[in-house]
Nanobody, 126 residues
Framework: EVQLVESGGSLVQAGGSLRLSCAASGFSVDHYAIGWFRQAPGKQREAVSAINSRHDTTYYPDSFKGRFTISVDIAENMVYLQMNSLKPADTARYYC???????????????????WGRGTQVTVSS
């Protein structure tokens, strides 16, 4: 069965960095599009970044400041999100999600994805 398990979330001071991991099992991330999303209490789920199924193009919201970077390690079947210059506004639960490759568009929309992890909490203090 497809499983995604996020880890690496913690309490961090503003200006700090975190590297979130998403361990995939039951399938190979090769040929899957991948997205990272976050959601804070009372807020809508929003995209952080995504990578297409060929793993040759990354996507970030237009308003995003470019502090986060998505990457994939096919050999280890792992997905990462590097987060730098963290701000209190980054406080949220972060989720990874995947969808099998094909003619897929709108990878910054949560509806594009079929499988989700349970998330990992990131709290940034001021």
């Amino acid at each position: 069965e497809v499983q995604l398990v996020e880890s690496g979330g913690s309490l961090v001071q503003a200006g700090g960095s975190l590297r979130l991991s998403c361990a995939a099992s039951g399938f190979s991330v090769d040929h899957y599009a991948i997205g990272w999303f976050r959601q804070a209490p009372g807020k809508q789920r929003e995209a952080v970044s995504a990578i297409n199924s060929r793993h040759d193009t990354t996507y970030y919201p237009d308003s995003f400041k470019g502090r986060f970077t998505i990457s994939v390690d096919i050999a280890e079947n792992m997905v990462y999100l590097q987060m730098n210059s963290l701000k209190p506004a980054d406080t949220a639960r972060y989720y990874c999600a995947v969808v099998r490759g094909g003619h897929t568009s709108g990878l910054l929309e949560w509806r594009a994805y079929d499988y989700w992890g349970r998330g990992t909490q990131v709290t940034v203090s001021s």
